[in-house]
T-cell receptor, first 115, second 116 residues
């Protein structure tokens, strides 16, 4: 069973602070996807990282894929109350041959940014 | 921007009844998935569907579950005889064709299934 461990599970910070969320596994993934999920809604795709060592930026969010493609991090600069939410990482595992894959999710990091 | 849609948003059913959850994936997507999330737990993979057949299914996806793409736009999940433990949010997801992992999966808003 492939497990993705996210840390911290809960994070409460003040507006303007920086933070980093981690996603670790012993498995190698073909890609790592980050999602944000609001209560009662579906996960919303933020980014997909594919290459070991890859760094992608989305405004104040910086995503990094580990060199060995087993771990990833999400760094938020100058957090704002609008960043509050549940952040999920999901590793892509090849299935069925060809180019198909399934996602295995972490439990998520619940971020609260206080004004 | 195109979105995955799901209906109904909430379904309440009695144990032993059949339910059909419906999804309309994004139109140019070729891979379709169902996931579920029991309250307070992780999102779990159920099944993957490509080229009109199941390409992968999890241990959860037993004989009580089936999927179908009855026409060019809908993708359905049927649970034949629901159990209390089937109560969960069910998410449909889809993605474009691409080498494995390059394209992210896009999720619908979910159907909350409550089995009483």
């Amino acid at each position: 069973t492939q497990l993705l461990e996210q840390s911290p599970q809960f994070l409460s910070i003040q507006e303007g602070e920086n933070l980093t969320v981690y996603c670790n596994s012993s498995s190698v993934f073909s890609s790592l996807q980050w999602y944000r999920q609001e209560p009662g809604e579906g996960p919303v795709l933020l980014v997909t990282v594919v290459t070991g060592g890859e760094v992608k930026k989305l405004k104040r969010l910086t995503f990094q894929f580990g060199d060995a493609r087993k771990d990833s991090s999400l760094h938020i600069t100058a957090a704002q109350p609008g960043d509050t939410g549940l952040y999920l990482c999901a590793g892509a595992l090849a299935v069925g041959g060809g180019s198909n894959y399934k996602l295995t999710f972490g439990k998520g990091t619940l971020l609260t940014v206080n004004p | 921007e195109p979105e995955v849609t799901q209906t109904p948003s909430h379904q309440v059913t009695q144990m032993g009844q059949e339910v059909i959850l419906r999804c309309v994936p994004i139109s140019n997507h070729l891979y379709f998935y169902w996931y579920r999330q029991i309250l307070g737990q992780k999102v779990e993979f159920l099944v993957s569907f490509y080229n009109n057949e199941i390409s992968e299914k999890s241990e959860i996806f037993d004989d009580q579950f089936s999927v179908e793409r009855p026409d060019g736009s809908n993708f359905t999940l049927k649970i034949r005889s629901t159990k209390l433990e089937d109560s969960a949010m069910y998410f449909c997801a889809s993605r474009r064709d691409s080498p494995g992992g390059l394209r992210g999966q896009y999720f619908g808003p979910g159907t909350r299934l409550t089995v009483t």
